[in-house]
């Protein structure tokens, strides 16, 4: 079955980039997604594949995807982005999450 | 708005079934997939399956194939999801979630639901 791989977690001071990476075969010929998950609260998108952000994610995050490695970047991290992440993606007809990340703001 | 509201907690013993339910307040169902993913306590997602309620077709993980059921009805814009034969590794929050389908994201969530599987 398809893996995506993410670090267990990364550490960022406020208003510098975390950088988060997520890793599975061929990934750059997949869609993928990333979700940020705050303790007790459901998932959230937060990246988008156009260049038509959508109204509730902030500018803040962007993705890239390419090899074998997506990345989501969230630049001028505040401490409202401490959270865990997961990436998604689609493999025939099913879906995997990543691992999963948890951004510490320090 | 669009929310997914889904059913209260529950407490299971091994080897019983559970069902859980998850309604569509935004009205637009057609049209849509709806997804199951679960997430045991301090881990992560993990996805179980999907069913695209116009068609009535479901395709579910490997790792549930013949556990899981997941249903639409159409008339209460609710999709349900079944596990049965529980273990106490099945205690977990289980989310529903809504998307456009393959390679599409799942947006919006429900509030989860939380499945306790003690003896």
């Known amino acids: 079955s398809y893996e995506l791989t993410q670090p267990p977690s990364v550490s960022v001071s406020p208003g510098q980039t975390a950088i988060i990476t997520c890793s599975g075969d061929k990934l750059g010929d997949k869609y993928v997604w990333w979700y940020q998950q705050k303790p007790g609260q459901s998932p959230v998108r937060v990246n988008y594949q156009n260049s038509k952000r959508p109204s509730g994610i902030p500018g803040r995050f962007s993705g890239s995807n390419s090899g074998n490695t997506a990345t989501l970047t969230i630049s001028g991290t505040q401490a409202v982005d401490e959270a865990d992440y997961y990436c998604q993606a689609w493999d025939s007809s099913t879906t995997v999450f990543g691992t999963g990340t948890k951004v510490i703001v320090l | ?119």
Not at chain 2, 30 to 54: K, N
Not at chain 2, 60 to 87: E, P
């Open chain 2, 1 to 119: 708005q669009v929310q997914l509201v889904q059913s209260g907690a529950e407490m299971k013993k091994p080897g019983s079934s559970v069902k859980v339910s998850c309604k569509d307040s935004g009205g637009t169902f057609s049209g849509y997939t709806f997804y199951w993913v679960r997430q045991a306590p301090g881990q992560g997602l993990e996805w179980m399956g999907g069913i695209i309620p116009i068609l009535g077709s479901a395709n579910y993980a490997q790792n549930f194939q013949g556990r899981v059921t997941i249903t639409a009805d159409k008339s209460t814009t609710t999709v349900h999801m079944d596990l049965t034969s529980l273990r106490f590794e099945d205690t977990a929050t289980y989310f529903c979630a809504r998307g456009m389908g393959w390679n599409h994201p799942f947006e919006p969530w429900g509030q989860g639901t939380l499945v306790t599987v003690s003896s």
